[in-house]
């Protein structure tokens, strides 16, 4: 039937009024898309990438001295007929540059491969060996674009990596944490993963009465150790972690064997000062 002047004026009115916005405070709708901010200013789909993380159930440390630095990651094998030597989180960039890797283990493998290939490209360009800090720039502004284009999706891991800068006489070690957002700084220590919290809280206290000790290079280990049996809540075994160090001495990433792991929590064990923090 055709519709009265009334109904005919009501009905325009309604086609007028502006659709009801989405309620400010909830995500809905604004995790859909990376490339939407919500109305808090917020990108729903980065901070999905940085819970997704904490889904590997690994705990990462990483912490530097004043002649070494050390990464250290809890070990587990998913499954039984898997051979534990093919697991690792572990990986080497360059000879003397590596990283410990938290979080989706194939887009872990996939940004190594990446990043092999721009050290290897800088050294054919300069003929040099590529810096640290470079290197976790590079890293981090690949992360970043992964935030911005709506036909890609951040990378689901926490990368920290260690080695040692060479000017001339002097030796500097390096660490440095890169996250899904592309946001990369420098560290004396740091952590990542499913404890993360926990394990900078202990760092921090341990940082807080001395903000530049000189931690040799057993120092340096052991607190990682350290950090990472607080915030587990049980003693470690050899087994149950890997670590790998550089070192002024031996600019190599190196891994350390179940015989050194094991003399260093023997050690840590006897200790009784600041770096074990003992309540």
Sequence with gaps: RALSAEEEQCWRRQRRQPPTPMARGSSAGYDR??????????????EYAFKAIKTSGLTSVGVR?????????????????????SVTNMYHV???????????????????????AEAAQFKFDYGYDVPVGYLAKRAADLAQVYTQHANMRPLGIAMIIVGIDVEGDTMIPQLFR????????????????????????????????DPNPAL?????????????????????????????????????????????????????AERDDDIVARE
């Excluded at 898309?33 to 980065?46: A, K, N």
């Excluded at 001295?65 to 030597?85: C, F, M």
């Excluded at 890169?178 to 946001?183: N, T």
């Design 33 to 46: 898309h990376i490339t939407i901010f919500s109305p808090e200013g917020r990108l729903y789909q980065v």
């Design 94 to 116: 360059t000879d003397k540059i590596g990283l410990v890797m938290t979080g989706i283990v194939p887009d872990a493998r996939a940004s190594v491969a990446r990043l092999r």
């Design 216 to 268: 040799s290079y057993d120092d340096t280990v052991q607190l990682a150790l350290a950090c990472l049996q607080n915030v587990l809540g049980s003693d470690l075994k050899a087994t149950d972690i890997e670590a790998c160090v550089v070192r002024n001495s031996n600019l190599n990433f190196t891994k350390l064997t179940a015989d050194e792991l094991e003399h260093h929590l023997t050690a840590l």
């Design 65 to 85: 001295g004043s002649d070494s630095a050390v990464v250290l990651t809890q070990r587990k094998i998913p499954d039984k007929l898997h051979d534990p030597e």
């Design 178 to 209: 890169c996250d899904p957002a592309g946001y990369f700084v420098g560290y004396k220590a740091t952590s990542a993963g499913q404890k993360e919290q926990e394990a900078n809280n202990f760092l921090e206290k341990r940082f807080k009465t």
